[in-house]
């Protein structure tokens, strides 16, 4: 396993799948939390991300990213509210994408685009730039629209696979991170399943632009 993926996975100990609460992640505060990922990003040459709630990290704009870090700037254990310089460490971070080999397969959920994140600008700037995203060559945007009938897989929790050697699952109270070969099968299944129902190009684009003009 790459050493920037092992040393995230085994932060708190030594099991193949390792727990950590979001309240222990941000005691020194969100921008830290940012930089943690970093190594791992730029080690990771596949990244593998699906979200039912979010557009994913990668794709987001910082007005985006500051309302999203915002939303959960409410941790007790939070020293301060830094979620603005948070979210311009996230869309920093983010540059790694347009790194020589790196390739980004992401899927969201239909839903993604109409759920409310910030003030009136965060939600249209957002999904401008994930229009022009999608065409950028190391991206590969897949959505599931609702309508999709007898549907293989059920909306999941947010997760994402780095490589094939470590998957990270986003829960409400904390971060799950993944080593263990024949579970990270099993996320690379469902990730399969569910790319297997996304719609790309025109009518993903489609999908978008209905969902933009919805807010005008």
Request: with cysteine.
């Given at each position: 396993?790459?050493?920037?993926?092992?040393?995230?996975?085994?932060?708190?100990?030594?099991?193949?799948?390792?727990?950590?609460?979001?309240?222990?992640?941000?005691?020194?505060?969100?921008?830290?939390?940012?930089?943690?990922?970093?190594?791992?990003?730029?080690?990771?040459?596949?990244?593998?991300?699906?979200?039912?709630?979010?557009?994913?990290?990668?794709?987001?704009?910082?007005g985006y990213?500051?309302?999203?870090?915002?939303?959960?700037?409410?941790?007790?254990?939070?020293?301060?509210?830094?979620?603005?310089?948070?979210?311009?460490?996230?869309?920093?971070?983010?540059?790694?994408?347009?790194?020589?080999?790196?390739?980004?397969?992401?899927?969201?959920?239909?839903?993604?685009?109409?759920?409310?994140?910030?003030?009136?600008?965060?939600?249209?700037?957002?999904?401008?730039?994930?229009?022009?995203?999608?065409?950028?060559?190391?991206?590969?945007?897949?959505?599931?629209?609702?309508?999709?009938?007898?549907?293989?897989?059920?909306?999941?929790?947010?997760?994402?696979?780095?490589?094939?050697t470590l998957?990270?699952?986003?829960?409400?109270?904390a971060e799950?991170?993944?080593?263990?070969?024949?579970?990270?099968?099993?996320?690379?299944?469902?990730?399969?399943?569910?790319?297997?129902?996304?719609?790309?190009?025109?009518?993903?684009?489609?999908?978008?632009?209905?969902?933009?003009?919805?807010?005008?």
């Amino acid at each position: 396993m790459p050493q920037p993926a092992r040393e995230f996975a085994l932060r708190t100990d030594n099991t193949e799948s390792t727990y950590t609460e979001w309240r222990h992640q941000v005691r020194n505060g969100l921008t830290e939390l940012q930089s943690t990922l970093v190594p791992l990003f730029h080690e990771t040459q596949l990244f593998r991300i699906y979200s039912s709630t979010l557009v994913p990290g990668l794709l987001q704009t910082e007005g985006y990213a500051a309302a999203v870090l915002s939303a959960v700037a409410d941790f007790p254990e939070l020293p301060c509210d830094d979620s603005a310089e948070a979210a311009r460490a996230r869309v920093e971070r983010s540059r790694v994408i347009h790194e020589p080999g790196k390739r980004c397969v992401l899927l969201i959920e239909e839903a993604v685009l109409y759920c409310q994140i910030g003030d009136s600008d965060a939600l249209p700037t957002q999904l401008a730039y994930l229009i022009k995203a999608a065409d950028l060559p190391p991206v590969s945007l897949g959505i599931v629209p609702m309508a999709t009938r007898e549907r293989a897989q059920l909306p999941q929790e947010t997760f994402h696979v780095y490589d094939d050697t470590l998957v990270s699952v986003e829960l409400v109270s904390a971060e799950v991170s993944i080593t263990q070969p024949s579970e990270i099968a099993q996320y690379l299944k469902t990730f399969e399943q569910l790319r297997r129902m996304a719609v790309y190009g025109a009518e993903a684009r489609a999908l978008m632009l209905k969902a933009l003009e919805a807010l005008q």
